[in-house]
């Protein structure tokens, strides 16, 4: 579908777009000064609606389903008038997705989150789940804001006030890194919560074993959830770099490991794209796309990306 | 190279820390936070022994930020930029040649000391000596060679120390003044006693920036003598040298008796219970013993006692012989020959200027005037007045008289000149101007009526007011500014018209003139008061600012041709004209053609000189300077810190800017102790100076003097800042050091 491009003066589209480029290319260090997540994620979200040119509705269908004899009750909006006028007998329209969708937030708020410099990976996961959050409000879906680290921390249940995005917003907010990551016992007692079908989406570095990942990911799956990963990742952890030997202290476990410079430059580098890769596999198992979200880049551009995989057909 | 402050060297031990720091510190590795290990593989934690020097560049700006910083505050003196860093030297030799050397082994000591330094030196290094004392004399020129000083030193042996007293701010600067011209770097040593008292005023005055090196050889005697008495003597245990100083003056009254006051002076520095100096003293005259006394003086303290000889010796202008009955160390200030000055009031005459027919006036002097002046002139038993003689038919000043009162007549020409011809004799003259005579039937000034002070009715344009005293030269001798003229009003003084050359001294309020001073000639003096002084012309008579007046003319025609009572060895003496001067051997010092021009005259040995002229025989006490009496040494602080003041950058960089010129002009040659004449002789140094200044040894080397002397300035003091920025880049970027706080 070709955008339809508004009709306004040359040099009023062209200042427009160029603002709506500055805007997006916001990089996360401008984000950080914000301070308000609320005032991320409008920032982030109408970077992303620019660049999109049009709205998004992951999980929101108008297709029409099937038409159902009308009762006592049923909104007179939904008539078929013209199966009406033809055959006299009132029948109402019924639509995939007539009920609004459920947008359940899983954000890890583990220990190894706080690591990033100048931001953190946490609040990248924040400004994310934020941007989230307010694209789903915008189009009316329920929201559900879950963190985690060891075990399910905070939950937010699903709900379609007009408070839920305040509320989901709050929560974020307040969220400080915690201590290790049980992944899989997260996702099973969020499976527990969540029963009405809707997107999963986490937010976490995924420092976890490719296979509980997936495991976590299927119960999702096969309860008929759409599920998307972001996996947040600082460059200093894709690839570290040290002048000379030096101990790196795990955040979570606390524990030295004397590491050589060498090292780094290459084996730590194939075991991580290995383990990347795994958790890559075991996302498409499970229909969901990997997207990683770095800190030292724009963030609407990976939001983007994720809505562009959605609008291909791609979950 | 020397230092300003060595001891800032010792910051270079720090050097090390640095080093210690990068070689053995941070032994345990540097800790990381990281989000997991779960990729991790660990390593053996270093060894620490198996460790290298990290971050060489880091260290090596650090060490070289320290040693610049350590260089800076130690002052390094480079001689010269470039090769002529190595050049040779011009070694200048100062040798204290004032009085304290006189003290036993003192001069002796000095002498073999620079004799060794000399004959260390090659025979044709570069060397010059200079004899110091209140100034300074070049004995060898600084461009002559070690042997020629050596050979220079044996006619200063010969001649021994002067009787001038030290001052070592003057041989600084001359010494610095020498370097500024000299073309080789110039290491100076100077030999002396350290005299405490021959320290300037301020210490600055010792800095002598142009020097590369100083050294100071103390020749007082006293190193190896233990101090003696309590511990809190000088610091660094030396013991001054005792000794004590006569001086004395002795008056008469009636010419038959004398009152004599000695004040002994003791030597400062003794340690602290050190029993006083004991002495006797005589009063003699002509080897017959008049009068003596016993004195204890502390240390440093001065003591005043009063002796009465009932009879002087009959005989003309007595002189007495005061002294120690034992000398000590140094006998030159311990015996004293004063004049017995008599203690009479100045005689002036008092009459009326000879007009040209040798007449004694017209005779017109109101009687009121001559009454008060002389009771003006008398107040205080201040003068007596005699009157004029009669001489050749003619009204004259009593011979012996040095001063009069003339009324002048302000018409009478003759009677003006025979006031100038008086002054011309050498007697000084207070002209008091009459009025003109009115002719008949005409009104004049000076006219009588009703009014005035006495009942005169003024010429003061009608309003009987008179005028104020308006314009006074305050500058004058006379100090006329001092004298309250507020109540003195001036209802017709004198017309008169100043000539030219004429000094108007006080005016009225409407400028009319009433005190001039006229040049005449000679060392007599005369004045012209524009008031006739009988109480009607003005108040002045009446007011007490007339005996001020009086006495404050006696006071400066007193001075005219008076000598001080006693000066000091060195003191240049003012001389009235046609005088001959006797030392105290009686040897006339003045050449016939110099007796009439010489106007000042500069005694350079103790003892009692006569001035002689037309008024008779004048006695000159000359005394050795009492600071060169005190024999208390430097302490070693103060010794150090003299020799540590070379190319610094201290105030006495200054004193380099003294031109050579003024410093040669100081300096006298005094290398023979025998009173000369300063009159208008030439300086040798001035030719020194320029022998110093054409020679052509390293002559480039002068161009860079300049900046050479501050060149840890311009060079180490940048230098630093760009290593400790540099070293804040560095860290910064390796430590990953967050200098800001954050």
Known sequence: ?315 | MSFVAPAFLAGLAFLALPWLLHRFADEAPEVRPFPTDRFLEAVPPPVSRTRRLRHRALLALRLLALAALCLLFAGPLLDRFGPSANAERLHLYALDTSWSMRAPGRFERALDALRSRLRALPADAAAGVVAFADRTVTLTPADGTASDALGALDGLARTGPGYGRADYGEVMRRLDGLAATAPLPVEAVVFTDVQASGLPARSAELLAPRLTSLEVVRVDGSADEPAAGPPDGPSDGRRPVPNARLDAEATSVDGVGARIVVRVTGSGGMPAGTDPVRRRITVSSGGEVLADLDVAVPSGATLERTLDVPALPPVEDPALDIAFEVPDALPDDDAVRVPVREVRPVEVALGTAAGSDGSSGRGDVSEAAATFLGTALETDGRARVEPLVERSGAATVPAGVAHAVLFVPVDDAAAMAGAVRTVERGIDVLAVLLPAVAPPGTATGGGAGAGGALGREGTDAGTGEGEGVGRVDEAHPLALGDIDWYDVRFYSPTPFAPADGDAVLMETERGAPLLVERPVGGNARLLLLADPLDGEASDLPFAPAFVDLVGATLDWFGASGALPASVRVGESVPLPANVQVLDPDGDALLALGDAAAASTFVPERPGLYRVVDGRGERSLVVLIDARESDLAPMDGAAVSGWSRGTRGSGPGADGGDRSDANAADAATDTATPTASVRADDPSPDADASAAIADTSRGASSVAADAPARLWHLYVLLPLAALLLFGETLLANRRLDVRRDGS
């Open chain 1, 1 to 315: 579908m070709t955008p339809t491009p508004t009709r306004t003066p040359a040099g009023s589209a062209t200042r427009a777009n160029a603002a709506a480029d500055a805007v997006r290319l916001l990089r996360p260090e401008v984000l950080a000064r914000l301070g308000s997540l609320e005032l991320v994620a409008k920032t982030v979200v109408d970077g992303v609606l620019t660049g999109l040119h049009r709205s998004p509705h992951f999980g929101h269908s108008q297709e029409f389903a099937e038409y159902r004899a009308y009762g006592d009750g049923d909104d007179l909006r939904f008539v078929d008038w013209n199966v009406y006028a033809r055959t006299g007998r009132a029948y109402v329209k019924r639509f995939h997705g007539d009920t609004s969708m459920q947008l359940t937030l899983l954000v890890d708020a583990s220990a190894s989150m706080d690591f990033g410099d100048p931001v953190s990976k946490l609040d990248v996961a924040r400004w994310l789940a934020a941007s989230l959050a307010w694209l789903a409000r915008r189009q009316r879906d329920a929201l559900s804001v879950a963190t985690f680290d060891e075990t399910l921390r905070e939950f937010q249940p699903p709900s379609t006030r007009p408070d839920a995005l305040p509320r989901a917003l709050g929560l974020l907010q307040r969220t400080v890194p915690g201590a290790g990551t049980d992944l899989v016992a997260a996702l099973a007692s969020l499976r527990a919560t969540v029963r009405r079908r809707g997107l999963v989406a986490l937010v976490s570095d995924l420092y976890a074993d490719p296979d509980d990942v997936l495991a976590g990911l299927q119960a999702f799956a096969h309860a008929g959830h759409d599920v998307a990963v972001f996996r947040v990742l600082d460059p200093g952890e894709i690839e570290p770099r040290l002048a000379r030997t030096a101990a790196l202290r795990d955040l979570e476990k606390g524990e030295d490991v004397v590491v050589d410079p060498a090292f780094l430059e290459r084996g730590y580098r194939e075991r991580f794209r290995a383990h990347h890769e795994a958790l890559d596999t075991a996302c498409r198992r499970v229909g969901a796309t990997l997207v990683t979200v770095r800190t030292d880049e724009p963030l609407d551009a990976a939001l983007q990306a994720w809505l562009r995989v959605r609008e291909r057909g791609g979950r």
